[in-house]
């Protein structure tokens, strides 16, 4: 199986700060990779998929990057309804589809 | 606009069971491939379950596998979740997903808002 990784585990961050979350994974997977933000008690919601491709209606401020092992989201300018936990996960050896253990960003 | 409600979810003792349904609706629901992910209280993602729109691929979770059962019904626009078995360590909120293109196995588009299932004596 494919094990994810996530770096950091949380960060506390400031309204209009740059946020960058690191997603490795134990070996390649091309860029089949997502981004999901998960606000509590709510279910996840889709960001970037295919590593880089933002899903429809997503802010453009969010932006994902990267192949084979190495993943990365970033928040160019960090908002309010920004402050979530994001997952990444990964499509492209499965069973079982990974996700990452989480990355929680709250308020400095 | 696409719409996915879980449903079915409550307390049941160790060694029970539960179904778990997701009623569909606001997309063609026979054209796309579903999924069940959990997340336990105060921790990440766990895909639990995934079935593909004909119901010819279906796999599992190594922790669920021999006691859970992933069908659906495109008729009835809805994906089930069969619990046999049940283990203190599936309590969690089930969420099921929808994979968001036709056939190919990317990411998760949309999610239900989730249901609890507690396994407790």
């Known amino acids: 199986d494919i094990q994810m990784t996530q770096s950091p585990s949380s960060v506390s961050a400031s309204v209009g700060d740059r946020v960058t979350i690191t997603c490795r994974a134990s070996?390649?997977?091309?860029?089949?990779l997502a981004w999901y933000q998960q606000k509590p008690g709510k279910a996840p919601k889709l960001l970037i998929y295919?590593?880089?491709s933002l899903q429809s209606g997503v802010p453009s401020r969010f932006s994902g990057s990267g192949s084979g092992t190495d993943f990365t989201l970033t928040i160019s300018s960090l908002q309010p309804e920004d402050f979530a936990t994001y997952y990444c996960?990964?499509?492209?050896?499965?069973?079982?589809?990974?996700f990452g253990p989480g990355t929680k960003v709250d308020i400095k | 606009e696409v719409q996915l409600v879980e449903s079915g979810g409550g307390l049941v003792q160790p060694g029970g069971s539960l179904r778990l349904s997701c009623a569909a609706s606001?997309?063609?629901?026979?054209?796309?491939?579903m999924n069940w992910v959990r997340q336990a209280p105060g921790k990440g993602l766990e895909w639990v379950s995934y079935?593909?729109?004909?119901?010819?691929?279906?796999y599992y979770a190594d922790s669920v596998k021999g006691r859970f059962t992933i069908s659906r019904d495109n008729a009835k626009n809805s994906l089930y979740l069969q619990m046999n078995s049940l283990r203190a360590e599936d309590t969690a909120v089930y969420y099921c997903?929808?994979?968001?293109?036709?056939?190919?196995?990317?990411?998760?588009?949309?999610w239900g808002q989730g249901t609890l299932v507690t396994v407790s004596s």
């Open positions: 606001g997309f063609t629901f026979s054209s796309y491939s």
């Open positions: 295919a590593a880089s």
């Open positions: 997903a929808r994979d968001m293109v036709q056939g190919v196995i990317m990411a998760f588009d949309y």
């Open positions: 996960q990964q499509a492209n050896s499965f069973p079982p589809f990974t």
């Open positions: 070996q390649g997977i091309s860029s089949w």
């Open positions: 079935i593909s729109s004909s119901s010819s691929t279906i």
